[in-house]
């Protein structure tokens, strides 16, 4: 059943880009809005308020790429997705991007039809125990029951976790992670696991936060990013390149606060390039040379983004760790603006 | 009194004895809780059981219940408060995430300054459908009430009047039409009643349109769909759904059991195709296959899209549960409707529907019960349904996460006044309308 959606969907896609002439980023311009889309609602990286504003580190993402293609922020229609509905509803042409928490994989990029165009955060699997149990481990949880969300990948990561170490799990699933703190509250499970982010959230949400520890062990690569549809490699590039600006921004150390000061000319050519002072990168990718100055003024830069969403000043608390520019010892390393 | 017992009788009463109360044991609450709680050891048993239950679900829940907290500004505000006045270690409801949240269950993201307009339509609901429910009421009302479904999406989505007016017109020309012409031929003034107004639509209104909204711009400020979510949602899905089931559900069942074949083996495949599908599948199809089907581009209203196969569904239900009315009448009823020369829709229209629908009447409401409690499954294709998509998202906000029994109790308590009368309304109906043969 499910192969015959897939290739009923892939079918689809081949169709849908055959008929559609105008390219992603026209689509967007006559339309005058983005549509992203973004989770139902996760701690952190998508979430609207009381009023309906969406807020959260995905969705800065897509604030940035509306404020770069259409030269503002707010220009953003958020479609939420489910994890059923959020690669169908990319390859469909309901959405442009998608910047949803979701894990970049192989078989995703390549059957699935999607491209992803870089990683936004990096995160991993891990556990929680509570403390009482005395578990220090992940290998100590030999035939521990396990809460575990269905359908995502974590849910055969933990099978081959269990597999490789030669121990057994016994799995409790649960369809949220509303519902997984609850069951592991109610000691339905001795083991909670779904990303180290989500983890993180959870724990700081708890009455008893001290009771609980979080496992040393991280037991996969969950290299989330924001996807877009394959075959319209000019848009794909938009959306790498705004993210790559934001990346870059920091590391250069443009901030919100002193953009428009350095939008007028330094010293250092490769932020004039960034921001359009020198040269014309914008036009490459078919927009103007303002174009990653408005991104980066949209929501700050990626490291600005992350400390207001996620960082440690916010109750989620999450540390920079992999998430470090490449010279703090992290991951993000922005292939150079020339 | 005769004299013959006056010898062996020493005594012979010649009054009333008063009433009295019957003994302590036969009476009162002693009675009825002897027969009722207390008959017998097994049903003691059981009444003992009960009550250790009830016992036991009290005093684990009316704490939390009696500890909750109505002001607070996030989850853990309400520990710290509920910690403060109860002592630590106590749990208590935080209600004060629905406090600070309502307005997203009830409306969604609707714009808060325009919240009167889905007031209006709610309000306006009960008008239109009070002449349906109450025949005591006079029948003009029943004008708005078939001007109501229009003026309601004018009132929810907003934009301009005149697409909404045209519409209308288009069911006036329709209606005209059958009127005129169904006096020589039912089927020719069906038709070109169809016909007619479908055409008017696709070539005619955008002129017009573009005419009238140059001429007199009247319009609300436009609100896209995305923006509905709550029990505005489910209600605008459940109750457009219920409008629209019904008429089709009685054609189904019409057709089914027609004569003629084409229509018969339609009715039948598309009765039972729905029937055996999962409502899931075809909300999945609503969201997703069908921007495949359209041509790109293409902007189809995912609510419309949603209402629509909801409607299909719960309309296929319906027919069966009208197909079972239809069996139910005597056979000498179509015999008699006969018998009388009428044609085929009068018969139907004067005698056979209105007894097969009063039979119906219990089946038909537990299908719109069951339909308006299956809307919450839009969840499913990403739209915020306000069993689990609202409080999904107000738990992503960091302040309210760790509330889950309070959105659940708040939402089944107004579901469960809504459907409650709507099952009251249909006791109401099968006594006034007495549809049983005794």
Same mark, same amino acid.
């Given at each position: 059943?499910?192969k ?9 896609a081949?169709?849908?880009a ?28 998508a ?8 807020? %959260?580190?995905?969705?800065a ?5 509306a404020?770069?293609v ?15 509905t ?8 309901? =959405?442009?991007? *998608?910047?949803r928490?979701?894990?970049w994989t ?5 059957d ?19 403390k009482?149990?005395?578990v ?35 799995p ?11 069951q ?13 982010? %989500? *983890?993180?959230a959870?724990r700081a ?5 001290e009771?609980?520890i979080?496992l040393?062990? =991280?037991i996969?690569?969950?290299?989330l ?10 848009w ?10 934001? =990346? ?5 150390g ?5 953009i ?5 000319g ?8 960034l921001?359009?002072?020198e040269?014309d ?8 040379k303002?174009w ?18 996620i ?10 760790g ?7 010892g ?6 150079p603006?020339? | ?8 009788? +020493?005594?012979v ?8 109360e019957p ?8 009675k009825?809780?002897r ?5 017998? /050891? ?5 009444t003992l059981?009960g ?5 036991w679900?009290v ?15 996030s ?6 408060i509920i910690?403060?006045?109860w002592?630590?270690?106590a ?10 949240r ?6 969604g993201?609707y714009? @808060? ?6 007031i209006?339509?709610f ?13 005591q ?11 109501? @479904?229009?003026l309601?999406i ?8 005149w697409?909404?007016?045209m ?13 005129t012409?169904g006096?020589?031929s ?9 016909v ?9 209104v955008?002129?017009?349109?573009a005419?009238?909204?140059?001429a007199?711009?009247?319009?609300l400020?436009?609100?896209?769909s995305?923006r ?6 489910a209600?605008t899905?459940?109750?457009g ?11 189904l069942a019409?057709?089914?059991q ?11 495949m598309f009765?039972?195709?729905i029937r055996?599908?999962?409502l899931?599948t ?15 581009g293409t902007?189809f209203?995912i609510i419309?899209?949603?209402m629509?196969l909801?409607?299909l569904f719960?309309?296929?239900?319906i ?9 139910a ?15 085929? /829709? ?6 056979i529907?209105?007894? +097969?629908?009063?039979?119906s ?24 349904d ?14 309210w ?21 709507m099952?009251?309304?249909?006791m ?9 043969h005794?």
């Amino acid at each position: 059943m499910k192969k015959s959606v897939f290739f009923g969907t892939l079918a689809g896609a081949a169709l849908t880009a055959g008929i559609a002439g105008a390219t992603t980023l026209e689509d967007v311009k006559a339309r005058g809005e983005l549509n992203c889309g973004v989770n139902t609602g996760l701690v952190g990286f998508a979430a609207p308020d009381a009023n309906g504003n969406w807020s %959260g580190f995905d969705v800065a993402l897509c604030k940035a790429v509306a404020a770069a293609v259409l030269g503002d922020a707010t220009k953003v229609k958020y479609v939420p997705t489910t994890g059923q509905t959020r690669f169908t509803a990319l390859a469909s042409g309901e =959405i442009d991007m *998608l910047a949803r928490n979701s894990t970049w994989t192989f078989s995703r990029d390549t059957d699935l039809k999607l491209d992803f165009v870089g990683v936004n955060y990096y995160d991993g699997q891990g556990f929680m125990v509570r403390k009482e149990s005395g578990v220090t481990s992940a290998k100590e949880l030999d035939g521990a029951s396990v809460c575990i969300q269905t359908g995502t990948t974590t849910e055969l990561n933990l099978a081959d976790y269990f597999k490789a170490n030669n121990m057994s799990y016994q799995p409790i699933t649960i369809d949220s992670n509303a519902e997984g703190e609850q069951q592991y509250l109610a000691g339905a499970c001795d083991a909670y696991t779904t990303d180290a982010s %989500g *983890l993180a959230a959870t724990r700081a949400a708890f009455a008893d936060p001290e009771n609980h520890i979080i496992l040393p062990e =991280i037991i996969s690569k969950e290299p989330l990013g924001p996807a877009v549809r394959h075959g319209d490699s000019e848009w794909a590039d938009i959306v790498r390149w705004t993210l790559n600006a934001l =990346i870059a921004a920091e590391e250069y150390g443009v901030t919100s606060a002193n953009i428009d000061e350095l939008a007028k000319g330094t010293e250092n050519p490769e932020i004039n390039r960034l921001l359009g002072v020198e040269g014309d990168l914008g036009a490459m990718t078919g927009l103007d040379k303002d174009w990653a100055v408005r991104a980066i003024k949209a929501g700050g830069n990626y490291g600005e983004i992350f400390a207001a969403t996620i960082g440690e000043s916010t109750p989620i608390a999450l540390a920079r760790g992999l998430n470090a520019q490449w010279t703090q010892g992290g991951l993000l390393y922005a292939p150079p603006f020339r | 009194m005769s004299e013959t017992h006056a010898q062996s009788t +020493a005594f012979v009463r010649d009054t009333m004895l008063p009433q009295m109360e019957p003994p302590n044991q036969q009476s009162g609450a002693v009675k009825w809780l002897r027969e009722n709680l207390f008959a017998g /050891w097994f049903n003691t048993v059981l009444t003992l059981l009960g009550l250790a239950v009830v016992y036991w679900l009290v005093t684990h829940f009316y704490p939390w219940f009696r500890h909750g907290v109505w002001s607070a500004n996030s989850m853990a505000e309400c520990r710290t408060i509920i910690a403060e006045r109860w002592g630590e270690g106590a749990s208590g409801a935080c209600w004060a995430v629905i406090n600070e949240r309502w307005h997203q269950f009830l409306f969604g993201f609707y714009p @808060p300054e325009l919240y009167w307009r889905p007031i209006a339509v709610f309000l306006g609901l009960f008008l239109a459908v009070a002449p349906v429910l109450f025949t005591q009421l006079p029948r003009q009302m029943l004008i708005f009430s078939l001007a109501f @479904p229009l003026l309601a999406i004018w009132l929810l989505w907003g934009g301009s009047v005149w697409p909404i007016a045209m519409i209308a017109v288009g069911f006036g020309l329709g209606f005209a039409l059958i009127k005129t012409l169904g006096g020589q031929s039912v089927l020719l003034g069906m038709a070109a009643g169809i016909v007619v107004p479908v055409l008017f639509w696709l070539y005619a209104v955008g002129p017009i349109d573009a005419v009238l909204t140059q001429a007199l711009p009247i319009g609300l400020e436009p609100v896209a769909s995305d923006r509905f979510g709550g029990f505005l949602l489910a209600i605008t899905i459940g109750a457009g759904g219920i409008a629209l089931s019904l008429p089709l559900g009685i054609i189904l069942a019409l057709g089914r059991q027609s004569d003629m074949f084409l229509i018969k083996s339609f009715s039948v495949m598309f009765i039972e195709f729905i029937r055996g599908v999962p409502l899931i599948t075809l909300l999945f199809v609503a969201s997703l296959l069908l921007n495949y089907f359209l041509p790109p581009g293409t902007n189809f209203d995912i609510i419309l899209r949603v209402m629509i196969l909801v409607t299909l569904f719960a309309a296929a239900y319906i027919a069966e549960v009208i197909r079972g009315g239809l069996a139910a009448l005597p056979r000498g009823q179509y015999e008699a409707a006969d018998a009388l020369g009428l044609d085929y /829709w009068r018969a139907q229209r004067l005698i056979i529907l209105p007894q +097969a629908l009063k039979i119906s009447i219990p089946g038909i409401v537990s299908t719109f019960i069951g339909m308006f409690k299956d809307t919450t499954l839009v969840t499913f294709v990403g739209l915020f349904d306000p069993l689990k998509g609202i409080p999904d998202f107000i738990r992503a906000d960091f302040a309210w996460k760790g509330t889950y029994w309070e959105h659940f109790i708040f939402v089944g308590a107004i579901f469960f006044i809504l459907n409650f009368s709507m099952s009251r309304y249909a006791m109401y109906l099968e006594r006034k309308l007495k549809r049983d043969h005794r």
